[in-house]
T-cell receptor, first 115, second 108 residues
C-alpha cells in the first residue's frame, strides 16, 4: 500500500487566495482526520470523517475553512480566503476501526505558507 | 477536554544510551498512540497501546490506564532516533488529542 498521500507537499500563496489541500487515505480505511501543526499550538484536530461523513468539525478555525470527502478515496481541505496566520503544516491521517485497533497512519503533510 | 502532558520536554543523550519518555493524561481513555516525528517532519506511528506492554525492536511501551500514564522506552539509542516523540490519547476511533511532545537529540 502506498500509504496516505497528500498533495501538494509545499504551497506558497498570497493572502486572499484560495488554497486547496488534497488527501488520499489508505484503501479500506473508514476514518479520515485533518490536523494542523504549528509551533505555537502543536498538533490540533481540524475535522474528521467516518465513512465519508463529517463527524466533528469543532476544530475548524472559522468559516474560511471547509472540508469535503466526496468518496472513500479522496478528501479536500479548502481555505478561502487565505491569511498569513493560516501558515502551518497540514496533515491528513486515516485509520481502520476494526478489531478495535485504531492506529493512525499519517501522510507526509502539506507545508502551507501564506504571504 | 482531556489534557496530555509529556515529560521531559527535551532530552539530549549520547548514542548507545537508554531513555524513558512519559505521558500523563487527565481522563480515562481507550485509545493511546505513540508517534515519532523525524527531522523531515514525517509522523510515524510507533505503538497503538491503550493498555499493557508492547515491544518492537529497541522500542517498547507500557500503558497503565488505571493510573493514567504511559511510558516509552528506547534502548541503545541511535542517531536516527532523534526527533520529536508524541503521545496522543482519545476514546475509541474518535479524535486523538496530542501532547506537546518530547524532543530527543541523540549525539554520535
Amino acid at each position: 500500500d502506498a500509504g496516505v498521500i497528500q498533495s501538494p507537499r509545499h504551497e506558497v500563496t498570497e493572502m486572499g487566495q484560495e488554497v486547496t489541500l488534497r488527501c488520499k487515505p489508505i484503501s479500506g480505511h473508514d476514518y479520515l482526520f485533518w490536523y494542523r501543526q504549528t509551533m505555537m499550538r502543536g498538533l490540533e484536530l481540524l475535522i474528521y470523517f467516518n465513512n465519508n461523513v463529517p463527524i466533528d468539525d469543532s476544530g475548524m478555525p472559522e468559516d474560511r475553512f471547509s472540508a469535503k470527502m466526496p468518496n472513500a478515496s479522496f478528501s479536500t481541505l479548502k481555505i478561502q480566503p487565505s491569511e498569513p496566520r493560516d501558515s502551518a503544516v497540514y496533515f491528513c491521517a486515516s485509520s481502520l476501526a476494526r478489531f478495535r485497533n485504531y492506529g493512525y497512519t499519517f501522510g507526509s503533510g502539506t507545508r502551507l505558507t501564506v504571504v | 477536554g482531556i489534557q496530555v502532558e509529556q515529560s521531559p520536554p527535551d532530552l539530549i543523550l549520547q548514542e548507545g544510551a537508554n531513555s524513558t519518555l512519559r505521558c500523563n493524561f487527565s481522563d480515562s481513555v481507550n485509545n493511546l498512540q505513540w508517534f515519532h516525528q523525524n527531522p523531515w517532519g514525517q509522523l510515524i506511528n510507533l505503538f497503538y497501546i491503550p493498555s499493557g506492554t508492547k515491544q518492537n525492536g529497541r522500542l517498547s511501551a507500557t500503558t497503565v490506564a488505571t493510573e493514567r500514564y504511559s511510558l516509552l522506552y528506547i534502548s541503545s539509542s541511535q542517531t536516527t532516533d532523534s526527533g520529536v516523540y508524541f503521545c496522543a490519547v482519545g476514546q475509541g476511533a474518535q479524535k486523538l488529542v496530542f501532547g506537546q511532545g518530547t524532543r530527543l537529540t541523540i549525539n554520535p
